[in-house]
């Protein structure tokens, strides 16, 4: 079984640019999540979407928009780039049913998103 | 926001000792787990305790939660050089949606 993957691997954009990021989930899994990961900042939720719909999108601004797609592949778009945007995102998904809470998320192995 | 606080940030051990990492939280919680990191890659879920459960077991690792306290702990037993990572604990607010991350606790195990 496939497991999380996000594309690309690594990206360079220049301040004021836009990102896309992608993320598939595992086959069956309907909730996909995002994190940004920053040096020294830990973890940070952004918008995560279940079933097509955007759930949360946390304490980020509209720059950071995304969407889920009917096979539950979701794309994290960052618009106006700017410096401190760098960092690892990361996706995971997971197996829960609707209104399931005790589940684990798979992650992706991310992407590395450095603007200059 | 982060809803967990762990201790130590840091941790270094020689290969064969235990590791103990602590895990606080803020809010009523449905479950809380624990996850390992590697080198800035992605995250690896390890054990998933519930809100009515005081221990658990996963080969080397052992989770303990204390919800009266608001608190958590992973002890991982007889190191190895392999453990060498960055451990996280997650919450499930009572109330669901997504898993909200501590700040990790970076754990060094030197041969």
């Known amino acids: 079984e496939a497991g999380v993957t996000q594309s690309p691997t690594h990206l360079i954009k220049t301040r004021g640019q836009q990102a896309t990021l992608r993320c598939s989930p595992i086959?069956?899994?309907?909730?996909v999540y995002w994190y940004q990961q920053a040096l020294g900042l830990g973890l940070q939720f952004l918008p995560w979407?279940?079933?097509?719909?955007?759930?949360n999108r946390g304490n980020f601004p509209p720059r950071f928009s995304g969407r889920q797609f009917p096979n539950y592949s979701s794309e994290l778009n960052v618009n106006a780039l700017e410096l401190e945007d760098s960092a690892l995102y990361l996706c995971?998904?997971?197996?829960?049913?609707?209104?399931?809470?005790?589940?684990?998320?798979?992650f992706g192995s991310g992407t590395r998103l450095t603007v200059v | 926001s982060q809803q967990g606080e762990e201790d130590p940030q840091a941790l270094s051990i020689q290969e064969g000792e235990n590791a103990t990492m602590n895990c606080s939280y803020k809010?009523?919680?449905?479950?809380l787990q624990w996850y390992r990191q590697n080198s800035g890659r992605g995250l690896v879920h390890l054990i998933l305790?519930?809100?009515?459960?005081r221990e658990k077991h996963s080969g080397r690792l052992r989770v303990t939660l204390d919800t009266s306290k608001k608190s958590s702990s992973l002890l991982i037993t007889a190191s190895r050089a392999a453990d060498t990572a960055s451990y996280f604990c997650?919450?499930?607010?009572?109330?669901?949606?997504?898993?909200?991350f501590g700040q990790g606790t970076e754990l060094s195990v030197k041969p």
């Open positions: 086959s069956g899994h309907t909730s």
């Open positions: 997650a919450t499930v607010p009572n109330q669901g949606g997504k898993l909200i």
């Open positions: 809010t009523s919680i449905n479950n």
């Open positions: 995971a998904s997971s197996s829960a049913p609707k209104g399931g809470l005790n589940y684990g998320y798979t």
């Open positions: 305790i519930r809100s009515n459960e």
């Open positions: 979407y279940d079933e097509g719909e955007e759930r």
